[in-house]
């Protein structure tokens, strides 16, 4: 099953032949135990925090302050909170995706990438849940949006898409945290039994939860996690359907669309996939696991990009053919104001890196070569960040009443906050690579020829 | 907020806003001392302004935080303190610390504690008075409101009276006597000014001389005179900077007498304004002239018509049916031609093309309305003009009938710039040696080529005395500075512009013992220690002859007004011949110095309500800028906010432009009253000082100005910056506007495009069911945007002042706000005034989505906003298509100042920091009379019950009420033809509506 | 190898589970903390200048409610009295207890005497006094027994539970109006009947929806909308 | 092929284990085991083989069921809470809807599903598993920490009644493993 045909009919192996047990089990592990720290890592990780740490900062001047720092105003009541926040979910897409979706179609190409994933997902999932919390104006109340016995008599008002998105997000997040972790427990197992450090045995043996692979216990495994893969398909494809309604459920014009459950999933997934390229292409180059994330890797990571950026691009077209074919005059406006307003050259940019530049990926010399794609990827990331910027912002800084039109200026606390969400989630990335195998270990077992048995 | 709530009563309990405890005076008064004693506050200003003051901050905290480059910075700093005290709030913030409270000693008589009680004054505002009812809670006066009594209110106010309570409790008012700015006490001046009164008595007052401004205060006067007659050699010098010398010299010139005109525009079908800004705050009479002027915009009765010739672009000129934008020095000769066309002062020149139609129209209306039209010329236009507009009113036999004549309200109408200039030279002859100055701040406004200021700082007058509200420019070119007692506080009378006097009675002790001009007059006519309250009384107890005095005095106290005091018409008889024409040198471009319509002429520039009240065409706040036309500005490539110097016969000055459509070309229209330099923490360094060319040949307009510009631009701080309905989509009908006959043949126009009410999946609420439902109605033919229902709302809601630099960023936080929208061609468009308040919609989309339920509906259909419960996600206000939310971005609430404390209303809770705000058709004025209905087992009679707005609105334009009662006034109007919602297509069911504008142009007149 | 000892998987497990109860546990005690009388300070007696006995002047002396909280049936506030109000008496009775010298001292000197508020709500409640007698709400439904507190104590938690307990269902608590200031009433049983007019009642629900249809009390849905209480 | 003799402990033995290098062998060791008539006896491998649960005679599986349940109650909670909150502990009027606006509330039962049987899954699975186990017998076998690398072991519990200390050596020493260890419990 290692050998299957992509689609193309061209073959290009999930991991390189001549591997055994062993020798996956020791080049994964090997990287979390034996493997010295490079210097480039403490330089990457120490970047990383130092921008996390300005993140800190620029929270605690916002919360002395006020949200007044940011350049919000009435009418533009969100600004970069919530697109920085919807930018986020939706790279926290992929991950679970992978391991879960795929899964589910036995694609057993994923088995190699969806331990990062999924671990990036978590990171862009706790990224973005920064945001709904630090964007209200008295953040210390933000736990009135959980339905809890109070002094009040009073309740979370269930018709809100807010308190949609609070029941979304950390349900994704719990998920796909169990989820991850689950698909951690034998590898766990595998870093107790090789690690030479006592510390370092008695932390891997307690996380493991004395994992020894019995076959009861394996059965009951493979039910549970093929279980939680299949909770976990719909749970994706329903998050971003429910951030779509923070805007959808909304009357502002540019906001009250049909379309939008669909096209943000795709834009998720989109994101996503550009996302895991950007973290995936470097990784296996430092931690030369070319074996194991093989082209054909990145074939099919740039085959579902192409696919889900067609549908993105379909999305665009229909909201701009109901802008014109609703004979609605605001949402005509929304589209001249796209096209003309004084926004119009982040609406082009944006048209550039989501629909323009991504379709270079047709082709197949594209399709493999890593520093190409890692462009690409970079060039999708900005974009769907500009999606969401134009639907936040330029849909509300112009809408009903033209006496109360107004314009957006971010601040630099913007700024911070936002980059200091990356430098959050690279650190955590950094992290993640050092301590455990980022690579399923026990999953490449299984992809191995040795691994199979008849009956 | 709790907490912040808290904040407020931990410090200073005595003077917190919190309903319950109790006003003690003294302690009030302790805690100003101590706080913010004038040496403090000033020296603070002045060090906010240098430099390293700034550098500090920025060292102190991040740069970006701009909050601290505002021209209130100091507020700023105390935004920084409440907000980290409610960060303090976070930990544990349900526990209420121990609260003390504060019962009276001995209890007066009339006070239910909880209740407020309302007292009859009176505002004057340059001799003319505005009568008023005003709101006090234990002491503390809270609202200004207008006297329905009274003829020249009707309930109304002017956006100046409303302000005026927060001058009351301005911090930065000048706190004590000061002499060369050091802190003295009265009894010091006392025996200060013994020696040269003495010296002067031998004199018999040779060397003394009174500078007032405009009085119309009989006892003031009266008090005036004696000292006159007991120093017979004294002089009395008047000077206002807006004062109506031309009016004078036109009825002399007219009638050989100085007399006052009034109108009568419930009678008139037809009114011509000569450059009369009539239905705005400051013309006198206006209150009284907008309600009588939307009386007759009832397009089913007789409605009337307006035509406005104008100089400068006004809230009456947007008002009128037909509009002829004109420069000033060009209206004399439209009121020549038109004279002449009605048949007076023959030889007035005819004029070309659209001005003629104009003309020709205006005239044949006018002839076609004898005896029921006015012509009305405005202050600064000159004495001719106000010559041929008695003319013409006599030709068309309107006199006695809508234009009446009587004797002038001013105690001394002279001619105020001659009186300042005699009294300048007086004072370089060496004549003066004991200078009064009774309010007024002439160091800055008086014209530049009189050098007031000068003579003041330059000339040895022996002792110069500054009686002021606050220590102003001139009180630092003085050696004693007096402070003065605002009118809320000391015993007084004044006349309103029918004549008719209006007791002013204080409505609280004087906050810092400060004396009235009255008291200070009457101590200079040797009256030691007189008290205003005895002035007042013992002058009128001399008039009132006949009868029981005290009966008399008691009904006049309470009614506010003296009965029988407004002066009756007086027959004039026209000298005629004709009038001549002002000869006017030749020269360019024109300049018009014009009143701020929010600050007036600066008196009121550190009043943070006026300041950020948007002036009622540009919107702007904060700033005055140079007003010029479309037509110039693409001559000369200036654009909005560009920088240019105006160099008016030598004398410059800077200023941003500001492109006004309907401004006449050639022409620039600056405002006085801004750039003033000791005004205090909101109107010191703001704007620019358009004085400074202001000159006493050019006082109103004057021409052969040089326009240069200067490279830089300003930032402009207006609160609405697209001004027209157009789309480049195509136009949004937000004002449903129509002329006389379509609405005749279409009276349903403004309803198109509004769904059914059925139209919903769900079983919609039932309102019908109980005994409320509120609503209100909104007749746009009424409202001539004069912002009063703006102030209104501020002052009843204790609304926060946000400041220039956040109004810049769209953080204004007005409750209501008046739209005015563009029409048709920029060089002469039409405008309309749209007030818009929350919309109360029973479908409100704001509370669909807040995830906390902070805005929820309540029985009764009013969209209630709960600030406790709100975690400010700021949803609602996105979600809002009126946009009337607002966000308390930063703690924009003042927490610190005692005396805000006072003057909030206790009624209604502070906002905090991170907060939504909105209009709440006065909640707390509907929980009050509820009540009141409910213990005497009735409901709330309709009209009782009035949002602040309204009662405010002089032209009865915004309507209140149950719209469960049929019969109710707010029922019936949104019963009418005329009635639409706004934005109905999207099926929010606003409970407040509008009634379409109709216009009633005169076809003949179409230009 | 082992690395662990047996007793670990008793350890683990007990961890694992142990951990749901100690948060829901946790839970539990802030909730109790919120009600605690430390944060609510119902049945704390404040620091007072006078130690005030409400026992001895409404039961001993048989002084009604209102000859000192003179505003509570026509004002949102119900007064406290002023200084005065004491010296009516005790210009002639105990003239010079020393407990009572802060009074005479306020007389004397002008000076307000400094109480501490008893039954205090946050700035952002508006409640009105007036409308609460006028329907038949009695002073000690909400104040308990204050003719037996010989010092003054906040009866109630006075959190909005606490109110809604009321507004939601008023015929559990409303008396006749007469009976408002009575600190002896009781609510009917079949073996205390109280009559209003000519009717008898035996228990208090039949008492309450009669006199909500008498005084007309608005219904649960309406008192219980927001802008009720919070402007 | 080499015995190893446990001294470990003195105690009675928890079983016997065979170490085999491939899952082939394995499962085929498994099988013959269970054929022998032994019933208690596991499996451990790197990685989970096909048809090893059926090689040591385990069928039956609780997880589905649990998951199933836990799926129930979540959505259960989630919509009656709302329900609840809307209906009967406060209702208002929002924004002129319904008090119960059931398509409003679609999404929260959803989510409260989703939530309550994912979990179930994953602590059900533990639960069952009897995890977490840190301390275990087979743990004593030095080379049992190659089970988690690429070996095979095969066990059969003392506790089986067939079990006989020398007859079950030799049995399993039939297949030939690669080390046959004695576990002491």
Known sequence: MAERDDALGRSAPVIEPGHTFATVTDKISSIVLTRPTSRGWFLGFGVAFALTMMMLFAISYLVVKGTGIWGINIPIGWGFAIVNFVWWIGIGHAGTLISAILLLLRQSWRNSINRFAEAMTLFAVAAAGIFPLIHTGRPWLAYWMFPYPNTMGYWPQFRSPLIWDVFAVSTYFTISLVFWFIGLVPDLATLRDRSENRFAKIIYGMLALGWRGSARHWHRYETAYLLLGGLATPLVLSVHTVVSFDFAIAIVPGWHTTIFPPYFVAGAIYSGFAMVMMLAIPIRKVYNLEDFITDRHLQNSAKVMLATGWIVAYGYGMEAFMGWYSGSSSDQFLLWNRLHGPYAPWYFALLICNIGIPQLLAFRKMRTSPLGLFLISLVVLVGMWLERFIIVVVSLHRDFLTSSWGMYYPTKWDWMTYIGTIGMFLAAIFLFVRILPMISIFEMRTLLPEAEVKE | MMKDEQQIKSQGQDVCPGKKSQLKLEDVRAEIEKTSGPQYWRSLEELAGTPEFQEMLHREFPKGASEWLDSVSRRGFLRLMGASMALAGMTGCTKLPLEPIVPYVRQPEEVVPGRPMFYATAMTLSGYASPLLVESHLGRPTKVEGNPEHPASLGGTDVFAQASLLDLYDPDRSQTVTHLGDIRSWDRFVDGIRGPLTAQKALSGAGIRILTPTISSPTLAAQIKSLLSAYPQAKWHVYEPINRDNVIAGSQMAFGQPVETQYRLEGANVILSLDADFLYGGFPGATRYIRDYANRRNPDANINRLYVVESTPSATGVKAEHRLPLRASEIEGFAHALAGMVGVNAGGATLEGEQQKFLAGVAKDLQGNRGASVVMAGDHQSAAVHALAHAINAALGNVGKTVVYTDTVDANPVNQTESLRELVSDMHGGKVDLLLILSGNPAYDAPVDIGFADALEKTNVGMRVHVGLHNTETAALCHWHINEAHYLEAWGDTRAYDGSVCIVQPLIQPLYAGRSALEVVAFLGGQANANGYELVRGYWQKQHTAGDFDSFWRKSVHDGFVAGTAFAPKNVAMKGGNVPATNVEPGDIEINFRRDPSIYDGRFANNGWLQELPKPLTKLTWDNAALIGPAMADRLKLKTEDMVELDVRGRKVQSPIWIQAGHPDKSITVFLGYGRTRSGRAGSEVGFDMYRARTTTGLWFTNGVQIRKLGDTYKLASTQGYQTMETPTGERPLVQAATLEKYRDEPKFAKEGEPPTALTLYQPYDYKKEAYAWGMAIDMNRCTGCNNCIVACQAENNIAVVGKEQVVKGRHMHWLRVDVYYEGDRANPSAHFQPVPCMQCENAPCEVVCPVGATVHSTEGLNDMVYNRCIGTRYCSNNCPYKVRRFNFLLFQDWETPQYKMMRNPDVSIRSRGVMEKCTYCIQRINEHRIDAERADTLVKDGTLQTACQQSCPAEAIIFGNINDPNSKVSKLKSLDRNYSLLGELNTRPRTTYLAEIRNPNPEAEG | MQIFHRSTNTLSRATIFGAVFVIAALFWAMAQIQRSPYVTYAGVAKPQPVPFSHQHHVTGLGIDCRYCHTSVETSSFAGIPPTKTCMNCHSQIWTNAALLEPVRESYRSDKSLQWTRVNQLPDFVYFNHSIHINKGVGCNTCHGPVDKMPLMYQFASLQMEWCLECHRAPEKFIRPREQVFNMRYEQPTSNKVVTVGDAKFEDQIALGRALIKKYNVRPPMDITTCSTCHR | ?185
């Open chain 4, 1 to 185: 092929m080499t015995v190893i003799h446990s001294h470990l402990h003195p105690h009675p033995t928890y079983g016997l284990m065979a170490e085999f290098d491939s899952a082939q062998d394995l499962i085929e060791a498994a099988n013959r085991t269970r054929e022998a008539g032994y019933r208690k006896i596991d499996a451990y491998s790197p990685f989970p083989i096909e048809g090893m649960a059926e090689a040591i005679g385990f069928h039956k599986n609780g997880v589905p069921l649990v998951v199933l349940i836990g799926g129930i109650v979540g959505g259960l909670a989630g919509y009656l809470l709302q329900y609840w909150v809307a209906t009967m502990a406060y209702p208002v009027n929002i924004g002129g809807k319904p008090f119960h606006s059931w398509p409003a509330f679609i999404v929260v039962t959803f989510e409260m599903t989703i939530l309550f049987a994912g979990l179930s899954a994953v602590f059900g699975m533990l639960a069952l598993n009897g995890l977490p186990m840190p301390y275990h017998p087979v743990f004593n076998v030095p080379r049992f920490a190659l089970a988690s690398k690429d070996r095979f072991f095969l066990i059969v519990f003392a506790s089986d009644p067939k079990y006989d200390a020398a007859v079950t050596r030799q049995f399993l020493e039939g297949f030939h493993p690669r080390s046959l260890s004695e576990v002491p419990s």
